[in-house]
């Protein structure tokens, strides 16, 4: 069975900074692309960024200069390095994947995590 697990949240000021974490566990074969979601109160879920198996990297324009994603491919981990924080970054984040399974490594199947929530606030 495979989890992604994320961690790191917290409450934050405004200017602070967080590191977000989701390691992913269980019978891995390998993972694709790897993304940070997160959902606002009273708002739909929204893409933050991503990173592709090789490293290439994608951010919407919110985050944009202020957050950098990264991986480790040793350690089947992501993390999100959030920087300047802002009040409107309060939300819950997600992570999701496209995982190979041991049991299956032909078919890629979509996995979320439990999510983690981030508050900025004074």
């Known amino acids: 069975q495979v989890q992604l697990v994320e961690s790191g949240g917290g409450l934050v000021q405004p200017g602070g900074s967080l590191r977000l974490s989701c390691a992913a566990s269980g019978s891995i074969f390998s993972i694709s692309v790897m993304n940070w979601y997160r959902q606002a109160p009273g708002k739909q879920r929204e893409l933050v960024a991503f990173?592709?198996?090789?490293?290439?990297?994608t951010y919407a324009d919110s985050v944009k200069g202020r957050f950098i994603i990264s991986r480790d491919n040793a350690k089947n981990t992501m993390y999100l390095q959030m920087n300047s924080l802002k009040p409107e970054d309060t939300a819950v984040y997600y992570c999701n994947a496209i995982i190979f399974s041991d049991s299956d490594p032909k078919t890629p199947r979509n996995y979320w995590g439990q999510g983690t929530r981030v508050t900025v606030s004074s």
């Open positions: 990173i592709r198996s090789g490293g290439s990297t």
